[in-house]
């Protein structure tokens, strides 16, 4: 009987561990409940808040009861926006300074073209000064030009007929000429021969091509005698008959192809402007 008893008294205490995970369980569907009622309504907003809340919770381990209030989308949106218009304001700012300075550059290499192109005209003035008080009008020329300050002398000046070494008679003048070229700070200077079109064979030359270069070669080392030029900042070229000034259908136009150059050129040329 006592037995009976005990037994009976035992069965009275039923195990409710399983209560945990079942009350746990109605908490999801709870939120998954809320999720979908608030899905249903189509507000973005509510929608967004609700997004956040979620991801907090499984992000942090937070209970849904424990979660904070979330930022208003209103908020949200409008940091955001705000961040945005600041970083085009310094996108904005940075271009224009890119652009001032890009501008101030080209001011400046313009202030230096036409300065350069002044010193030119200075270096022109005190040339064409030697021509006419040396009488040699009709026999040298200058002119500005886009690549520089260049000067003509007729092949008569300086050369007898078909040969490229300069007279002893013309030595004073190729001197004279060289003490003009003396400029600081120093220039780049080209040295250029050209000829007729009248056809040269003889011991010497083969070609007016071999001709070309060695009245100019000739010239330039005349003109290097100076001891205040460098010869690092001259060249010479040869053309032949292939760059006239003038037609070679009559004497007096021959003769005007027949000539060496002096090209003095800008420290600032026309493409570093652009």
Known sequence: MSKRRKKGHEDEHVDESWLLPYADLLTLLLALFIVLFASSTVNAQKFQQLSKVFNGIF?????VMEYSKPQPADEYYSGKIKAD????KE???ESTE???KEQ???DHLQKLKLEDHEELVQVQEKVNAYIQTNHLNGKFATSLTTEGLLLTIRDNVLFESGRADIGENNLKTARELSDLLVMDPPRNIIISGHTDNVPIHNSNFSSNFELSVMRALNFMKIILENNQLDPRNFS?????EYKPIASNDTSDGKAKNRRVEV???PRVLPSDSN
């Open 236 to 240: 010479v070229k040869g053309f032949g």
């Open 98 to 100: 890119e652009k001032d």
């Open 263 to 265: 090209l003095i050129q």
């Open 91 to 93: 996108n904005k700012s």
């Open 59 to 63: 992000a942090s381990g937070e209970g």
């Open 85 to 88: 218009q600041n970083k085009e």
């Open 104 to 106: 101030e550059l080209k």
